[in-house]
């Protein structure tokens, strides 16, 4: 079925690293998305959305990309560090306007200094 | 701005009881709330829609008789975990909605452990 997914688990980077953590969806009618972080035991922490009528938004540290024609989604962090340890999952209202969103699996994002 | 509070954030209890989850907006009014479950390093599932003054949404699968929830007020949701078994212990996360972007806010999440 349909789903939000991500293309890889584990990303281990040094600090000071940029970080790119890649979400592909299905759902073209998608047209809202979300990076999470999420750390140990604590509920998810919003970092950045983005509109499908954009394809590019940056924020404190972050960007997110969005590229409708292959359906992906990427979240950067420009020098990465330690406290930027966490899962991160992206999340897309797929059933439109007011309605849930549906998460990926996530990535588990490891800072070393 | 934005901040979503649960509680309580740990609660055990033994098998065949009955346990209480709180959600709350503290600085925003929200119609829609959801409730979603998290088992560990896995992904958050979506358990139901919570709407102010009506009967919650279920997601396919969840049980309505055993997951209630009630949404009384602009500020409050409530999950109840009814005749709570070992598999039912998870970790609970409820979120709040402000329209327009639709963003999402969530809570601290609640563990849950059932003896």
């Known amino acids: 079925g349909e789903s939000v997914g991500l293309h890889l688990p584990t990303l281990s980077v040094q600090e000071g690293d940029n970080s790119i953590i890649n979400c592909a969806y299905s759902?073209?009618?998608?047209?809202?998305f979300i990076w999470y972080k999420q750390e140990s035991g604590k509920g998810p922490q919003f970092i950045i959305d983005?509109?499908?009528?954009?394809d590019k938004r940056q924020g404190q540290r972050v960007t997110v990309l969005l590229n409708k024609t292959v359906k992906h989604l990427s979240l950067q962090i420009a020098a990465t560090q330690p406290g930027d340890s966490a899962v991160y999952f992206c999340?897309?209202?797929?059933?439109?306007?007011?309605?849930?969103?549906?998460f990926g699996k996530g990535t588990t994002l490891s800072v070393s200094s | 701005g934005a901040v979503v509070s649960q509680h309580p954030s740990r609660v055990i209890c033994k098998s065949g009881t009955s346990v209480k989850i709180e959600c709350r907006s503290l600085?925003?009014?929200?119609?829609?709330m959801f409730w979603y479950r998290q088992f560990p390093k896995q992904s958050l599932m979506l358990m139901a829609t919570?709407?102010?003054?009506?009967?919650?949404?279920?997601e396919q699968g969840v049980e309505k008789d055993k997951f209630l929830i009630n949404h009384a007020s602009l500020t409050l949701s409530t999950l109840t975990v009814t005749s709570a078994h070992p598999e039912d212990s998870s970790f609970y996360i409820c979120?709040?909605?402000?329209?327009?972007?639709?963003?999402?806010?969530f809570g601290p999440g609640t563990r849950l452990t059932v003896l």
């Open positions: 919570s709407n102010e003054g009506s009967k919650a949404t279920y």
């Open positions: 759902n073209s009618a998608s047209d809202y």
């Open positions: 979120s709040a909605l402000i329209p327009a972007p639709d963003t999402q806010y």
């Open positions: 999340a897309e209202n797929r059933y439109g306007a007011g309605t849930a969103l549906i």
């Open positions: 983005i509109r499908s009528n954009m």
């Open positions: 600085d925003f009014q929200a119609t829609t």
